[in-house]
């Protein structure tokens, strides 16, 4: 009994043994002894395995195949702990079952070991773990529970589906090379896979479901990933850490909290891809991260669709944000470079710079948005824009405040309350701009705020072409103002600086409403220069309010106000008396609650 069998295959002559748990003619009773008379002989051998359960622990050294003898799923071999397969040599496995816990599984020493058709189940532990300088595939199979795990050798999975890992569905460690193709992960406890001082390559692979990132690079690792769909995951659909690198092409992440992250110095660059209902952000760069991003989507992020924050860098090109809040925001130290970029139909602003953050925007149409670019922070907040469109926005297609600092160039506002705004002690220079069918003022300055002007057209304004109040300086030069229903220029307060070489064009209101304060030199019109106490009657210019909070038009004292938030509840005491009259005084306090920006991680 147990006598091989010699065939032709290939070089030399493979030896052939079954194996039987209910015994015959030439059959092995178990795997064991098939293993040790192969060793015996060391010769290519080919173990074909009959139906059934076999509870043993196999080691495999030389150049060995074990079969399903009836196809895959017929043979199941499990221990009920330890491990129950260990190869040495060149291992092949196919079509068998192997069930294990609180071990590997499977573990490969040396050499070469290729599974397929096969099943792992690892109730707990590792369920595959290639070691350094081994080489391991992973063909049509199916890992359960545990995780594939790669230190140091070379891999490949295809056409696998890993399913319900208690940790990460694949590791690829300490210098191994792992690629993953046209597979399933889902459902694993942390990440669908984890590269770390490593090199991982996902491609066409479905993941869904991970507790933490599907994708993870960190440690300075390489991941590549191409053509993958990327579902329902808790954290961020790809990220990437530790001055990690790689590329992200042509692939969808949708229902994730962040779709494509990095952080701490990583820098990848991302084609193509389209990130969809995040529910925070779509693109997070933030912590010395960079990146370039090119020709991708953003639709419907719930807070941020692409986000720079805490020195973050990164470069957009070609990128479009569809729905949802906010569509880019540079925050907190970042920078970042957005080249053709278009942002649509946002409830919240299209665009935005805070805290000493600086942003470069060429290129950019806005439409439909409530509110187009807002600058605000100290003197190291600043913002370039060139070569921009906003179309429709509800306020103001740009609002300056604080102590920033912007520059237009090559702008057009069209409709909106206000084209372009500066407040504060901010700085504001425009050159070669156009705003049309505003229903406020085309462009304007208060509190202290400057604004610098060049070749400004503003056409077809309900109220101002330019205004200054408060103590707002305005130096307006080589500029055209037509049919501005109540004024070309307003000035008033105490308001200074000077507007040279102007023309205002029309037959409604009058040139300037000037305050004595401003210097109008050159100016071209057939309309009225006057002060502000000759203002003809008519309807009153429009109050702009730049930064959407309030304007009230008369006396007011003991009130409390909240703006920009998304809960209020107001409460209202009418116990209190006057106690010289008999009227009743209500008190009115406004309390807020603001979900703010979210930074992710």
Not at 218 to 225: C, K, S
Request: charged letters at 20%; proline letters at 2%; glycine letters at 14%.
């Amino acid at each position: 009994m147990g006598r091989a069998v010699e065939r032709s295959g290939g070089i030399g002559m493979v030896a052939r043994y079954l194996v039987s748990p209910h015994g015959g003619r030439r059959a092995h009773p178990d795997i064991a002894s098939a293993l040790r008379a192969a060793a015996a002989r060391r010769r290519p051998t080919r173990i074909e395995i009959a139906p059934g359960r076999y509870e043993e622990t196999l080691t495999v050294r030389g150049e060995v195949e074990l079969t399903a003898a009836e196809g895959p799923g017929s043979v199941v071999i499990g221990r009920p702990r330890g491990t129950v397969l260990d190869s040495f040599g060149s291992v092949r496995v196919h079509g068998l079952t192997l069930v294990g816990r609180e071990a590997d599984v499977v573990g490969c020493h040396t050499g070469t070991l290729t599974l397929d058709h096969s099943e792992i189940w690892a109730h707990s532990g590792v369920a595959l773990h290639a070691r350094p300088h081994t080489s391991v595939t992973l063909r049509d199979s199916v890992v359960a529970h545990g995780r594939a795990l790669f230190t140091g050798g070379t891999g490949l999975v295809e056409r696998c589906r890993f399913t319900d890992a208690a940790d990460n569905a694949v590791a690829v460690l300490e210098g191994a090379r792992v690629s993953v193709r046209n597979s399933r992960i889902e459902d694993s406890r942390i990440h669908g896979l984890r590269v770390s001082d490593a090199h991982a390559e996902v491609i066409g692979c479905e993941l869904t479901g991970t507790g933490k990132a599907a994708l993870t690079a960190d440690a300075r690792a390489r991941l590549t990933v191409a053509d993958c769909v990327i579902t329902a995951v808790h954290a961020e659909g790809i990220m990437f850490t530790e001055q990690s690198r790689g590329s992200v092409d042509n692939t969808r992440v949708t229902g994730a909290r962040h779709g494509i992250g990095a952080a701490s110095g990583a820098d990848p660059v991302v084609r193509g891809c389209v990130l969809t209902d995040c529910r925070d952000t779509g693109i997070n760069v933030q912590t010395e991260a960079r990146g370039r991003f090119e020709d991708c989507q953003v639709v419907n992020s719930g807070n941020i669709a692409v986000f720079s924050t805490d020195g973050g860098a990164p470069e957009v090109h070609g990128c479009r944000v569809v729905g949802g809040n906010v569509g880019v925001a540079v925050i907190e130290g970042a920078r970042g470079r957005f080249t053709h970029l278009a942002v649509e139909d946002l409830t919240n602003t299209a665009l935005r710079v805070f805290d000493e953050a600086g942003a470069a925007f060429a290129h950019v149409r806005v439409e439909r948005c409530s509110s187009g670019l807002e600058v605000r922070g100290n003197g190291g907040t600043t913002a370039e824009v060139a070569d921009a469109v906003f179309r429709d926005v509800e306020m103001a297609a740009v609002a300056v405040g604080g102590q920033s600092r912007v520059t237009l160039k090559d702008v057009t506002a069209d409709g909106g309350i206000l084209g372009f705004g500066v407040a504060d002690e901010a700085q504001l220079r425009v050159t070669d701009s156009t705003v049309t069918a505003v229903s406020g003022a085309g462009a304007g300055a208060l509190g202290s705020g400057r604004l610098i002007a060049r070749n400004l057209t503003v056409t077809g304004s309900g109220s101002l072409g330019v205004y200054g109040t408060g103590s707002a300086y305005v130096d307006i030069a080589r500029s055209e103002f037509t049919d501005c229903a109540t004024a070309g220029a307003s000035f008033d307060e105490e308001a200074g600086g000077q507007v040279v070489d102007c023309a205002v064009n029309g037959t409604r209101g009058v040139a300037v409403a000037g305050n004595g304060r401003v210097d109008t030199v050159r100016l071209r019109t057939s309309l009225k220069v006057v002060r502000h106490a000759e203002k003809p009657a008519g309807p009153p210019p429009q109050i702009i309010n730049i930064f959407n909070g309030p304007v009230f038009n008369g006396p007011v004292r003991d009130i409390q106000v909240a703006w920009g938030n998304e809960n209020v509840v107001q409460n209202r005491d009418e116990n209190a008396r006057d106690q010289n009259e008999n009227d009743t005084e209500n008190d009115t306090d406004t309390d807020a609650d603001t979900e703010g920006d979210g930074s992710g991680s």
